[in-house]
C-alpha cells in the first residue's frame, strides 16, 4: 500500500522513525524510494498481519494528472518515480533487500477487503477463523 493513502495507528509512524532498523531508512534515503514497503514491513512486523484492503476512489489533488491541464499532466507522466525504466525491478529490489536487512520477511499475504457495496463481501477474522464480515453469529 503506497504511503499516500495509508491509513494507520500513529505508533507506526514512531516505529517507522524511531524503532525500523537504520539500514533501511539509509537505503530509502539512498533509493528516495521504497518508503512505503518500509512502512508495510513496520506494520506487518508489529502486527503479524497483512493489509486490510478499504475498496473506493482516492482522488490526488497534489497530482497534476488530476487536472484540466494536459501539458503538466504530461510533465507528471513522464518525470513519475513510476514512469521510470526499471521502476518494478527496483520495487522488486527492496523488497529482497528490505527482507535481508531486516533479517525477517514479515509480509504477510491478505485475503481481507472492506467494501461498500452488498453485492461483495470480504472476510474477516473471528476467533482464529476467517467468516463472511456479515456473519454476526457466535462460534
Not at 503506497?2 to 522513525?17: E, G, R
Not at 522488486?92 to 481481507?112: E, K, Q
Request: some cysteine; proline content about 4%; aromatic content about 8%.
Amino acid at each position: 500500500m503506497l504511503t499516500k493513502s495509508m491509513v494507520l495507528a500513529t505508533d507506526y509512524l514512531y516505529k517507522y522513525a524511531c524503532e525500523m532498523p537504520p539500514s533501511i531508512r539509509e537505503y530509502i534515503d539512498q533509493e528516495r524510494n521504497c518508503e512505503d514497503i518500509a512502512m508495510n514491513f513496520v506494520v506487518a512486523n508489529s502486527s503479524n498481519r497483512g493489509p486490510l484492503l478499504v475498496k473506493g476512489k482516492l482522488r490526488d489533488y497534489g497530482d497534476t494528472r488530476n487536472s484540466v491541464q494536459s501539458d503538466a499532466a504530461d510533465l507528471v507522466s513522464t518525470s513519475a518515480l513510476s514512469a521510470k525504466k526499471q521502476h518494478r525491478k527496483r520495487r522488486g529490489d527492496c523488497i529482497t533487500d528490505f527482507h535481508r536487512l531486516w533479517g525477517a520477511m514479515p509480509l504477510r499475504y491478505s485475503y481481507g477487503m472492506a467494501v461498500n457495496a452488498v453485492q461483495e463481501q470480504g472476510l474477516c477474522e473471528k476467533h482464529g477463523v476467517l467468516v463472511l464480515c456479515s456473519d454476526q453469529s457466535e462460534p
